[in-house]
């Protein structure tokens, strides 16, 4: 269940499903906590309440083995420190986290995390919708949270955590051939 792709389960909608070591406490400390947070996907701090502000500011170069420099395509857009600020629209630890998430072309994504415990293990399910239409953002995504679960698992089982750009380049390649062009409408 680690490894597994990402499901893209309507136009625009993403799910991912990776079971962790638990308990559930802990895995959402790894949610809101920005110190622990900025060690799998990014930095930021996070009002705790429904409304309240979440700053996300990426630094995958950092999650990244010295030698592994983002792709070209990234440089820019990826840069280190690059983030923005979202809306939490639902808060109930330890269970559902969801928030806004600000693309490149001006409008707002959403993800959603939920925390299913399962005897010592948690099953979390993120969910990000309203990707919109565009081929290139959903291979971008579904490579990038692959990444960043990969990661996030890896630090909870306090194992070996792949290298950022090395991992994501890899993965858009697969995720790629997961998105057929006719499946996106026109």
């Given at each position: 269940m680690n490894t597994t792709?990402?499901?893209?389960?309507?136009?625009?909608?993403?799910?991912?499903?990776?079971?962790l070591p638990g308990p559930a406490d802990r895995v959402w400390s790894y949610l809101v906590d920005s110190e622990k947070r900025s060690r799998w996907l990014a930095r930021g701090e996070l009002e705790p309440r429904v409304g309240g502000k979440i700053r996300l500011e990426f630094h995958n170069s950092k999650l990244s083995a010295a030698a592994d420099a983002p792709p070209e395509?990234?440089?820019?857009a990826c840069a280190d420190g690059v983030g923005f600020e979202g809306r939490v629209l639902h808060f109930d630890p330890p269970r559902r986290?969801?928030?806004?998430?600000?693309?490149?072309?001006?409008?707002?994504?959403?993800?959603?995390?939920e925390l299913t415990p399962?005897?010592?293990?948690?099953?979390?399910?993120?969910t990000h919708r309203r990707l919109g239409e565009d081929r290139d953002l959903q291979v971008s995504v579904g490579a990038g949270?692959?990444?960043?679960?990969?990661?996030?698992?890896?630090?909870?089982?306090?194992?070996?955590?792949p290298s950022f750009w090395a991992a994501h380049t890899a993965l858009e390649r697969e995720y790629e051939k997961l998105i057929p062009v006719t499946s996106l409408r026109r």
């Amino acid at each position: 269940m680690n490894t597994t792709h990402g499901k893209f389960i309507a136009p625009g909608e993403i799910r991912f499903q990776r079971l962790l070591p638990g308990p559930a406490d802990r895995v959402w400390s790894y949610l809101v906590d920005s110190e622990k947070r900025s060690r799998w996907l990014a930095r930021g701090e996070l009002e705790p309440r429904v409304g309240g502000k979440i700053r996300l500011e990426f630094h995958n170069s950092k999650l990244s083995a010295a030698a592994d420099a983002p792709p070209e395509k990234y440089r820019t857009a990826c840069a280190d420190g690059v983030g923005f600020e979202g809306r939490v629209l639902h808060f109930d630890p330890p269970r559902r986290l969801a928030h806004t998430w600000a693309e490149e072309n001006g409008s707002a994504s959403e993800v959603t995390y939920e925390l299913t415990p399962q005897g010592r293990e948690v099953l979390l399910v993120v969910t990000h919708r309203r990707l919109g239409e565009d081929r290139d953002l959903q291979v971008s995504v579904g490579a990038g949270w692959h990444t960043h679960l990969a990661i996030l698992a890896g630090e909870l089982a306090g194992s070996a955590k792949p290298s950022f750009w090395a991992a994501h380049t890899a993965l858009e390649r697969e995720y790629e051939k997961l998105i057929p062009v006719t499946s996106l409408r026109r």
